[in-house]
């Protein structure tokens, strides 16, 4: 029997993924799968007459079989999983993993090697930046992809406080900045899988981001440093994800963050011939039986 999914995007990440968008179209129908694409502008929930609703451009829908949510919201997350629809990632994953703040708390619990952080409000900004002396990373707990995080150190102008001050959306973490090599290490998660893992250098400033120009290359996992991603594996009920973590000084490996809408390029430059979509549909197929 054919099987519904919705894939859910918005409209921005849509146009840039194009590629991977179809890829779940066509290894779907492989499958017996309707992959619909969903754009989140498109969509209204929310309460109506006693009951939880969602529509499409005005028109109420059918509940499917599952959802990939790749948009970050996980209110819409949890209002699909209270329709009873099986969501990925799920609601909590969402909850936790898109508000670093309260990820670092989570983790911390595990023995997992996670940098030093204090949590701020918002408003606490201008007095924060006004505070630092040392080299310290500032990042806004809803940032992703590397956006939102600063580096602040004495020498920091006023002028470029004042670009931090308007360009910071959210509540934020301070860090003091780790790993000279500027190095992270991004461990691809499918299900109970680890998939590749991928080092990641800066090649200018230390953001070591693909997105923004980082190198990369394939890394295999030591048998302790296996023990450490697992340990975070066990907090999530994990469907496609990022873990990360910073390079120390002395190679170690210190918890960054677990990005819930992971993306894929870096995973398919390194391993291009990795069917992901595939074995990501196939993980949610034997998960739903």
């Given at each position: 029997m054919m099987k519904r999914a919705w894939l859910i995007y918005g409209r921005e990440d849509a146009r840039k993924n194009e590629w991977y968008i179809k890829e779940f179209m066509n290894e779907g129908r492989k499958r017996d799968i309707e992959v619909t694409?969903?754009?989140?502008?498109?969509?209204?929930?929310g309460v109506k007459k006693g009951s939880l609703v969602i529509s499409h451009?005005?028109?109420?829908?059918?509940?499917?079989?599952?959802?990939?949510?790749?948009?970050?919201?996980?209110?819409?997350?949890?209002?699909?999983?209270?329709?009873?629809i099986l969501a990925f990632n799920n609601a909590k994953m969402?909850?936790?993993?898109?508000?670093?703040?309260?990820?670092?708390?989570?983790?911390?619990?595990?023995g997992v090697p996670v940098i030093d952080?204090?949590?701020?409000?918002?408003?606490e900004l201008e007095t924060i930046l006004s505070q630092i002396i040392e080299e310290t990373v500032v990042k806004a707990v809803a940032g992703h992809g590397g956006s939102q995080v600063f580096?602040?150190?004495?020498?920091?102008?006023?002028?470029?406080?004042?670009?931090?001050k308007m360009a910071l959306a959210s509540d934020f973490v301070k860090q003091p900045l780790t790993g000279r090599k500027h190095q992270d290490l991004r461990v691809y998660v499918l299900g109970n899988e680890i998939l590749a893992c991928v080092l990641r250098t800066a090649k200018e400033g230390f953001k070591s981001n693909f997105s923004l120009g980082g190198e990369v290359q394939l890394y295999e996992l030591s048998e302790k440093e296996k023990e450490t991603v697992l340990k975070v594996m066990a907090l999530f009920d994990i469907?496609?994800?990022?873990?990360?973590?910073?390079?120390?000084?002395?190679?170690?490996?210190?918890?960054n963050e677990v990005e819930d809408v992971v993306g894929a390029r870096m995973l398919y430059q390194c391993v291009p011939d990795i069917?992901?979509?595939?074995?990501?549909?196939?993980y949610i197929l034997s998960r739903i039986k």
């Amino acid at each position: 029997m054919m099987k519904r999914a919705w894939l859910i995007y918005g409209r921005e990440d849509a146009r840039k993924n194009e590629w991977y968008i179809k890829e779940f179209m066509n290894e779907g129908r492989k499958r017996d799968i309707e992959v619909t694409l969903l754009l989140v502008e498109d969509l209204t929930f929310g309460v109506k007459k006693g009951s939880l609703v969602i529509s499409h451009k005005g028109s109420q829908l059918t509940a499917p079989d599952f959802a990939i949510v790749r948009t970050i919201y996980p209110m819409l997350t949890k209002h699909l999983e209270d329709e009873g629809i099986l969501a990925f990632n799920n609601a909590k994953m969402a909850e936790i993993c898109n508000d670093k703040a309260r990820t670092y708390q989570y983790v911390v619990r595990a023995g997992v090697p996670v940098i030093d952080t204090t949590f701020h409000r918002k408003e606490e900004l201008e007095t924060i930046l006004s505070q630092i002396i040392e080299e310290t990373v500032v990042k806004a707990v809803a940032g992703h992809g590397g956006s939102q995080v600063f580096l602040v150190s004495k020498d920091t102008s006023k002028e470029r406080k004042q670009e931090i001050k308007m360009a910071l959306a959210s509540d934020f973490v301070k860090q003091p900045l780790t790993g000279r090599k500027h190095q992270d290490l991004r461990v691809y998660v499918l299900g109970n899988e680890i998939l590749a893992c991928v080092l990641r250098t800066a090649k200018e400033g230390f953001k070591s981001n693909f997105s923004l120009g980082g190198e990369v290359q394939l890394y295999e996992l030591s048998e302790k440093e296996k023990e450490t991603v697992l340990k975070v594996m066990a907090l999530f009920d994990i469907g496609l994800a990022g873990i990360d973590f910073l390079i120390g000084d002395n190679g170690e490996l210190i918890f960054n963050e677990v990005e819930d809408v992971v993306g894929a390029r870096m995973l398919y430059q390194c391993v291009p011939d990795i069917n992901l979509v595939g074995k990501y549909l196939d993980y949610i197929l034997s998960r739903i039986k």
